[in-house]
């Protein structure tokens, strides 16, 4: 006999629950900071303990560059602050770094180049709205360094709020198989676009084509008379690695083969290792493990994969919200990296069919294409307009993310129009970008210390 049946809860009743959570987290009180006492300088002194030693300098010279550099290095105070604040209580696969640099271009394994999120490293499960507040505190952060009004600077958070109300209305009215397939390629935005957006679009378009794998190769490394490509070194951003590390190649690559799909890891099977570096990225990585692995095929042929350090994410370690059995379980089994590869595969619409992780002795890594046709959008540069039209297609990214949770219909009953929500998210990202410029001028004070 089949067993029991019970009926999943219909989208109405998913929608009522979302709006009976208002009574108990009412959306105004998204706006109020935490009152607890705060310790920003520690925690990133706390992060830095298992980073890469000589890489510190490095790692404080790119964040204090701006109170936008800081931001982006500093997940992991937001984490620690969200997690004293009020917050609706309804829990969905969140991204843990959404602030508008995170967002991008990359190619699809059909090669056409798709916008979504575009770093997990922090990803686990989250309230809906920390990855909306990292968002448009973004906006507000952003939009000061680059000197527009306090007028666009507020169209665009309130925009990015309604963006993601829309968005995440209309997601969860689909069935949850039409929500898995909906994907966001840069050929059909550019149709919902203004002129003047659409041009911001193209220029980062051409740059994102030309960030192919090959033209990296290229650029960073070099054919001896054998025929071996070694990497160029270019201290501190590509250096030579230890002995320790190179024996550890053919084991490491042993475990991210098991972790692909088999017709990656039967791909793999042409090529062999030519080299290895260690790369420096981004602004909060900085001092993290991060590694550039050439291979390469008897004819010259190439591929260019980054192992990077995966920690555990500040949403479990700093926000302090318990992780479901199933991630934790995957934790278990194949480390951080497990974490971010699962994570992105659910966040992202169209992952790097080359994901994969391992793990040794010193830390946990997630392995992915460098440079695929990568690219993003300098928010600084573009016209207020486009900036605007920006903000919104992150927050509808954000919203199509989190449509794959169970509880997405529940955010949307939450959420309800976006105007209420609106008006608590600008005030509190208002308050929350005075609270990290004042936290930047106090690292910067310290380094000077």
Known sequence: MLPAWTRPPTHRELLDRGAEARRRAPRRTLADLATGQRDPLGILAR???????????????????????????????????????????????????AHVSNFGFYASAERRLMFDLNDFDEAA??????????????????????????EVIDAAVLAAV??????????????????YFTHFDVASARTMLDKASQKAIRSAVKQAERRTGGRAVRRLTEEDADGRRRFRHEEPTTSPVGPAVLDDVQDLLAQYRRTTSPDVALLFEHFTVSDVARRVVGVGSVGTRCYLVLFQDGEGSAVLMQP??????VLAEYGRIPQPATLREAIDAGGEG???????????????????????????????????????????????G?????????AATIARAHSQSLTATEVAGYVGSGRVLGR????????YAAVSSADHAAFRASLSA
Not at 164 to 178: D, K, N, Q, V
Not at 308 to 313: C, E, G, L, N, V
Not at 386 to 394: D, E, I, K, L, S
Request: with cysteine; aromatic share 8%; net charge neutral.
């Open 47 to 97: 992060q830095n303990r298992s980073r890469i030693p000589e890489l510190l300098p490095l790692r404080a010279e790119r964040m204090s560059a701006s109170p936008f550099a800081f931001y982006r290095g500093t997940a992991a105070l937001m984490a620690a602050d969200l997690a004293d604040a009020p917050h609706s209580g309804i829990l969905v696969a969140s991204c843990g770094d």
């Open 125 to 150: 499960w989250a309230p809906w709205e920390w990855d909306v507040k990292r968002l448009v505190a973004s906006i507000v952060i952003g939009g000061q360094a680059g000197g527009r009004s306090d």
């Open 162 to 179: 309604a963006g993601y109300a829309r968005g995440i209305a209309r997601a969860t009215e689909l069935s949850p198989t039409a929500r």
């Open 308 to 313: 990077k350090q995966a920690s555990r994410s």
């Open 338 to 384: 497990a974490r971010v590869v699962a994570m992105q595969r659910i966040l992202q619409a169209l992952s790097d069919p080359f994901l994969g992780h391992m793990r040794n002795a010193n830390a946990d890594f997630y392995v992915r294409q460098f440079h695929d046709m990568k690219g993003s959008i300098d928010v600084e540069e573009l016209d207020d």
């Open 386 to 394: 486009p900036f605007v039209t920006y903000g919104q297609a992150c």
């Open 424 to 431: 608590a998210l600008l005030e509190w990202a208002r308050a």
